[in-house]
């Protein structure tokens, strides 16, 4: 497991050099941006407007990255043949697939960490020229770690998939398991509610199987200031991580048996 950190720095640099990176980066900061114009329009919500856009922008286009970055890096690495180039160095395919989330989820993680830098600085901004901007809530800083931890699991997801299959169809599944992910709560109560034994089965344990993406969204709470409970967070980090750390072992078990040939 030597090679994970030169692998996962090297993966960090070439997605830094990614063109279509950098220009959903510049275009999420523009959308973050936009919240200063959007609250002109408002004067009683101000606060509440701030935060579902900015939250908005930041919740759309982060994950939206790290489904573009995770689902393509391998698929491109073995369409390339460069592949074999880096199997055939004293490194593990465990040590490769591991690297390369790392230096994934390094590239996206500071890209969250700027736009949410950016964020907190707006509502501070508000605070001091404004005289409805509340400005930073602990709701904020809540909503921000739920979406990192959204981005860690989505990675996962995605990377589990990428390692079986090509990127069109990696990302069009974890793309689906992240919507379904969103909407576990209400798949579970539809099964609840289902007179029909084999349904409600079925409705139960896909929401105990899929990744519930929608226990790490707080982004609603956010915009009322409602609080979090220690505990919640903490099953929230650690549903994460433990779903992140099966679809790791799931991943290079996969990759440790793919015939590239």
Same mark, same amino acid.
């Given at each position: 497991m030597n090679g994970i950190v030169p692998i996962a720095l090297n993966g960090f640099r070439e997605a830094r050099r990614n063109r279509v990176t950098l220009v959903i980066?510049?275009?999420a900061l523009v959308m973050v941006l936009t919240v200063t114009v959007s609250v002109e329009f408002t004067v009683a919500t101000f606060d509440r407007v701030m935060t579902d856009v900015g939250l908005g922008v930041i919740g759309l286009i982060m994950p939206a990255l790290a489904l573009f970055l995770s689902t393509g890096l391998i698929p491109r690495e073995i369409e390339r043949r460069t592949i074999f180039m880096l199997v055939a160095r004293p490194v593990?395919?465990?040590?490769?697939?591991i690297g390369r989330y790392v230096g994934n989820l390094m590239t996206v993680g500071f890209l969250l960490l700027v736009m949410a830098l950016l964020f907190i600085a707006q509502l501070e901004f508000s605070h001091l020229t404004s005289a409805f901007g &509340? &400005? $930073?809530?602990v709701a904020h800083l809540v909503a921000l770690y739920g979406q990192l931890l959204e981005v860690i699991l989505l990675t996962a997801v995605a990377f589990a998939f990428a390692t079986v299959s090509s990127q069109y169809v990696s990302?069009?599944?974890?793309?689906?398991?992240?919507?379904? &992910?969103?909407?576990?709560?209400? $798949?579970?109560?539809?099964?609840e509610r289902s007179k029909v034994l084999? $349904?409600?089965? $079925?409705g139960k344990a896909l929401y105990y199987v899929l990744p519930n993406f929608d226990r790490l969204d707080f982004k609603d709470r956010a915009t009322y200031f409602d609080p979090t409970s220690a505990s919640e967070l903490l099953g929230a980090t650690a549903y994460t991580v433990a779903y992140t750390v099966l679809m790791l072992v799931v991943a290079t078990a996969?990759?440790?048996?793919?015939d590239f040939k």
């Open positions: 980066f510049v275009f593990s395919r465990s040590a490769f697939v &509340g &400005g $930073l809530h990302s069009l599944v974890a793309t689906c398991l992240y919507f379904i &992910g969103h909407m576990a709560e209400d $798949l579970f109560q539809l099964s084999p $349904l409600k089965a $079925l996969i990759f440790e048996r793919r």
